[in-house]
């Protein structure tokens, strides 16, 4: 037969196990507890170091002359009024004409931006990357890193790039640039929670363009549908209208039965007839379409020269 526990030393085994029990549990909680306070203490350490690094003095730097403003104006308002390009090729002369300008900084960080809006962001990457490399000094230095990081964050989605020049950009952060950095210092305090947020959104926001892009298409065939050759001559005794015409698709999507109107005037350039035709071919995407003798039907003996037009196209589904 087993022995038995004597009652008083069972009660003290019991009581035992209980305090066990209870230091193994307080143990736990404290180590969790530590845990807890260690991984808030490094946070804090994080940021305290972030929000420590003291925002660089104001830059100050000469007032241009009244030549390099206008001309500066002049790139600057084309880009705002949406002439893009010709706004870029007026910043790059200015920047060639006043290499030393106190604009010369402004200019090349406004050809980044005009590239963004293009929708070019390697290329503005690699001009803002010019602002620091040209102008170092400049009140546009900083700046340019954050619109560096802002490009690969929300554009690329490269957010290991991203990372690097929000960190640079809050280094080397002027008085000037304090909005910009508190914005930064945000981004990275919650740099989880933002990329999980926009993973992916570069590549959807190139679909959701490239969707708008043919549905645009689909309704304006006019504006993608151009007539780049055309000649044309008499025939049946002088009766009726043959031309030759070659039509330049533009678009990224193929159409069909091409509408076009044929105007024919006299000597004087008045008006004397019009006929329209239906072309029922495919043209293909970025190709060109030529038609020979295309028989536009009875015209105007006086009929002296010809316009051709197009005046609609159905989209191929």
């Known amino acids: ?10 009660m003290d085994r019991s009581l035992f196990l209980l305090f066990i029990a209870i230091v193994f549990l ?7 507890n530590k845990t807890s306070a260690h991984k808030n203490k490094e946070k804090l350490s994080k940021e305290e170091t972030i929000n420590s690094i003291p925002l660089k003095p104001h830059v100050i730097e000469s007032s241009p002359t009244d030549e390099e403003r206008k001309l500066y104006q002049e790139g600057h308002d084309l880009w705002y009024n949406g002439d893009t390009e010709k706004g870029i090729s007026v910043l790059r002369k200015f920047i060639n004409k006043y290499p030393e300008s106190s604009l010369a900084d402004d200019a090349q960080s406004l050809i980044g931006t005009a590239y963004t809006n293009l929708d070019k962001y390697d290329k503005a990457i690699s001009e803002y990357k010019e602002v620091k490399i040209k102008y170092p000094d400049s009140d546009n230095a900083a700046i340019s890193l954050y619109n560096i990081a802002h490009t690969y964050f929300y554009e690329k ?6 990372k690097y020049y929000y960190q640079q950009f809050i280094n080397e952060a002027t008085e000037d640039d304090k909005k910009w950095r508190d914005i930064a210092i945000e981004q ?4 989880d929670e933002n990329t999980k947020r926009f993973e992916g959104y570069a590549e959807r926001k190139k679909e959701r363009e490239l969707e708008a892009e043919l549905y645009e298409q689909k309704d304006n065939p006019t504006k993608y549908l151009k007539i780049t050759n055309h000649s044309w001559n008499k025939g049946g005794f002088g009766t009726v209208g043959l031309h030759d015409l070659t039509i330049k698709n533009t678009s990224k999507i193929s159409y069909k039965d091409l509408v076009i109107k044929v105007e024919y005037f006299a000597e004087s350039e ?17 190709t060109n ?11 105007p003996a006086d009929a002296h ?7 609609t196209a159905l989209p191929v589904k």
Do not use: Q
């Not at 989605?157 to 991203?162: M, V």
């Not at 379409?289 to 015209?299: A, D, Q, R, V």
């Open 26 to 32: 307080s143990g736990c909680d404290n180590t969790s």
């Open 270 to 286: 008045t008006l004397v007839g019009r006929n329209i035709r239906t072309i029922y071919k495919i043209i293909e995407p970025n």
């Open 188 to 191: 990275l305090e919650n740099w």
């Open 289 to 299: 379409l030529k038609i020979t003798e295309l028989n536009t039907g009875f015209i």
């Open 1 to 10: 037969m087993r022995p038995e526990w004597p009652k008083s030393r069972k």
């Open 305 to 311: 020269s010809s316009t051709v037009i197009i005046i």
């Open 157 to 162: 989605n490269d957010f290991e790039k991203a």
